[in-house]
T-cell receptor
């Protein structure tokens, strides 16, 4: 079975401060991990994927297989980063095709 | 392109009733996935369809069913509604199913808010 855990439901930081959103996963195979973001009154959208090893809007995330983690980081938070962030894992479950499993999300608030 | 569209926006039903939710994918996308998002939780995978065939199914009872049409739009049907079926139902489309490529991004619709009384 595949599982994604986001331990923090709420996270507040001040503008300019570093931010880290935690994500841990459980999966027996080779995982594919993603971060999705939902800004206020907008649709859920892909932020970044681990396989691309890219930085999007200043955010990065490194897959740590030893710690089964995929934490999202940004060195200097901006007020426009305030949103709900979901960590997601793409894996094979119950013999079915690959499917996305989401964590419960972290609401990030960046204070002025 | 308006992106993924879903109808209706909101829906109120009573226990035991049946509901049909509709989704139109982005033009050119052949795969549609359905998710249930209960308040305070992340989306939970229900189905994935590609080229009108079911590609994947999540851990949902048989009361949940779906289909995809030749124009790649999709319907999600839920029979014998329970209070616990109250949720936001999200549809996502992608060019191909998720097992084709790790770069296969899913584009989400705005969702249908279902309330079961």
């Amino acid at each position: 079975a595949q599982r994604v855990t986001q331990p923090e439901k709420l996270l507040s930081v001040f503008k300019g401060a570093p931010v880290e959103l935690k994500c841990n996963y459980s999966y027996s195979g080779s995982p594919e991990l993603f971060w999705y973001v939902q800004y206020s009154r907008q649709r859920l959208q892909l932020l970044l994927r681990h396989i691309s090893r890219e930085s999007i809007k200043g955010f990065t995330a490194d897959l740590n297989k030893g710690e089964t983690s995929f934490h999202l980081k940004k060195p200097f938070a901006q007020e426009e980063d305030s949103a709900m962030y979901y960590c997601a894992l793409s894996g094979i479950s119950s013999g079915s095709a690959r499917q996305l499993t989401f964590g419960s999300g972290t609401q990030l608030t960046v204070l002025p | 392109d308006a992106g993924v569209t879903q109808s209706p926006t909101h829906l109120i039903k009573t226990r035991g009733q049946h509901v049909t939710l509709r989704c139109s994918p982005i033009s050119g996308h052949k795969s549609v996935s359905w998710y249930q998002q209960v308040l305070g939780q992340g989306p939970q995978f229900i189905f994935q369809y590609y080229e009108k065939e079911e590609r994947g199914r999540g851990n949902f009872p048989d009361r949940f069913s779906a289909r995809q049409f030749p124009n790649y739009s999709s319907e999600l049907n839920v029979n014998a509604l329970l209070l616990g079926d109250s949720a936001l139902y999200l549809c996502a489309s992608s060019p191909f199913p998720s097992d084709f490529s790790s770069y296969n991004e899913q584009f989400f619709g705005p969702g249908t808010r279902l309330t079961v009384l």
